[in-house]
């Protein structure tokens, strides 16, 4: 009763800026501070000035957008501080959970995930968090009434505030290169600053995909012989954990068995799926939407099939686009979670098809997180005890080993599987292409998943497995020792299926011939 005693009394605008200012920093910015303590150089003076200078600036700046949007916007600029203290308790969660960042690849996440995938992430400590730290700062906030002053006193404090902010700008102004350095990290932990500017980024860019693609060169096929490539998107899976790569756990039982296998040494162009897809589709590194793989291939007269259990591709302009939902109707399938149901009639598509070049893409999500045991079936329960989701992992890291591990065996049956598949193709050309979009942190260094900002991301999160496999005699493999990316993947199936194109580039064609 005291408390709300107390939140009937008026409060000057400037007294509910300062605090509501200060609180910001100490209930959502230290993980900010912290990121500018350990990475600045202390044996360096000026940066023992930027960190003092980082908690300042943090206060100030606040404190006038809070004083100009209560004094503007009133009852609206009260309420969008509260929602602002909510979206900080949420997204606090994550970054001191799981160190995530909230850049720009983390809400290009936030906007490809369904329900069925952010559920993993309703926990106990996830509500509790919220509620302490984001119901409970917007309820204050809107209870307390304040006194809105006048425009003499919004043009002193804002002023002053401003001023203050700009003098400290200029005297660290010699730190441009480190803060250069460290941007996108420090823009996806500043609150709530950070995210929101991220988020209207992403959503800008997403209306720019909207827009039609560039279209590659016409190409066309220099033969007319039976081909057919199994393109197989990985989710999450790290090299680290295959047993191909040397992991001394059994994950690859059934693949380490073939002899006609080829294991590359490869990484990825990004830690999270939407760049990651777009890379293994796009002929080139770039930030522009040029026409993706499989729709380049339609175009040019091939047979071409999605199927997914994920999402988070380029648009796909083709006429067989079936979800995971689509197939489980049409075979049956019990648990359209587990990715086998992907590889459902597989032989019998292909052999029907009525064209000699068929290119199919199978989109899983195997290795996705929190919940790794949602992925596989309970046969594939190699090794226990096993974590239900991270959170509950962080007491027993080999709980969620364990987990992850089995969705890699999962994966190695999903594979060997459509392998043994192709090989009964007769008169047909067949290969299949294995590639992650992205690796996974298990623990490691207190990181969990993915979309840590690839210039400071750890070799888990883009260190990948890549595969291939094909039947055909006449065809060399490059050295699978040379470092690849997923750029390769584009020239490959170019390569596979002899088309004649000006953007083919041999020198990423994994064949030598």
């Known amino acids: 009763m005291k408390l709300f005693n107390f939140l009937k009394k008026q409060v000057s605008l400037v007294k509910f800026a300062a605090v509501c200012s200060i609180l910001n920093l100490v209930l959502y910015n230290i993980p900010f501070v912290l990121f500018v303590v350990d990475h600045a150089d202390f044996s360096n003076a000026s940066h023992w000035l930027l960190v003092a200078s980082v908690g300042l600036l943090l206060v100030t700046l606040n404190f006038f957008a809070f004083y ?22 949420v997204c606090s969660y994550f970054v001191v959970t799981y160190h995530n960042f909230m850049d720009g ?9 369904r329900f069925s995938e952010a559920s993993g992430f309703f926990t106990w400590q996830l509500v509790v968090f919220s509620l302490v730290f984001g119901v409970l700062p917007a309820v204050l906030l809107l209870l307390q009434r304040t006194d809105r002053g006048t425009w003499k006193s919004l043009a002193k404090w804002t002023g002053g505030s401003l001023a203050v902010s ?28 950070g995210y929101t500017a991220n988020m209207i980024r992403m959503v800008n860019a997403r209306f720019a995909e909207q827009k039609e693609e560039i279209k590659l060169p016409d190409a066309q096929f220099t033969d007319d012989e039976k081909s057919v490539l199994v393109l197989v998107i990985g989710e999450s899976a ?13 994950t690859n039982p059934k693949l380490s068995e073939l002899t006609d296998l080829h294991v590359f040494n490869a990484r990825s162009c990004a830690t999270y799926t939407t760049a990651g897809v777009k890379s293994i589709l796009e002929y080139k590194e770039t930030s522009d939407l040029y026409e993706i793989l499989p729709n380049y291939l339609f175009r040019t007269g091939a047979d071409v099939v999605w199927r997914t259990s994920n999402w988070g591709e380029p648009p ?92 890699i065996v999962y994966t190695d049956h999903i594979l060997r599987g459509i392998i043994d598949s192709l090989r009964t193709l007769d008169g047909w050309h067949a290969a299949m292409i294995y590639v992650s979009d992205h690796g ?70 994994l064949f030598k011939n």
């Open 68 to 89: 100009l949007l209560v004094f503007l916007f009133r009852v609206a600029g009260k309420v969008l501080l509260a929602l602002f203290a909510l979206l900080n308790g």
């Open 105 to 113: 690849a983390m809400m290009s996440n936030v906007l490809n995930t």
């Open 166 to 193: 700009v003098l400290l700008v200029l005297i660290n102004f010699n730190q441009v290169l480190w803060i250069g350095k460290y941007e996108t990290e420090l823009g996806g932990l500043v609150m709530p600053w």
């Open 238 to 250: 790290r090299k680290a954990n295959f047993q191909l790569y040397g992991y001394d756990r059994p």
């Open 316 to 407: 796909v302009h083709i006429k067989e686009y079936l979800k995971k939902e689509d197939l489980a109707a049409t075979y049956h399938w019990d648990n359209p979670d587990h990715d086998e149901l992907l590889t459902q009639g597989l032989k019998e598509r292909i052999m029907s098809s009525d064209k000699n070049k068929v290119f199919i893409v199978l989109h899983t999500s195997t290795s996705h997180g929190p919940e790794y045991q949602t992925h596989y079936p309970a046969q594939f329960e190699t090794f226990a005890p096993i974590a239900d989701n991270v959170e509950d992992a962080r007491k027993d890291l080999k709980k969620l080993h364990n987990a992850y591990d089995n969705t």
């Open 440 to 509: 996974e942190s298990l623990g490691e260094d207190g990181l969990f998943m993915h979309g840590v900002p690839m210039s400071i991301a750890p070799s888990e999160q883009y260190e990948i497995p890549f595969l291939l496999w094909h039947n055909d005699s006449t065809r060399t493999v490059a050295n699978p020792q040379q470092p690849i990316d997923q750029h390769h993947v584009f020239h490959t199936v170019i390569d596979w299926f002899n088309v004649k194109t000006p953007v083919h580039d041999k020198q990423k064609s």
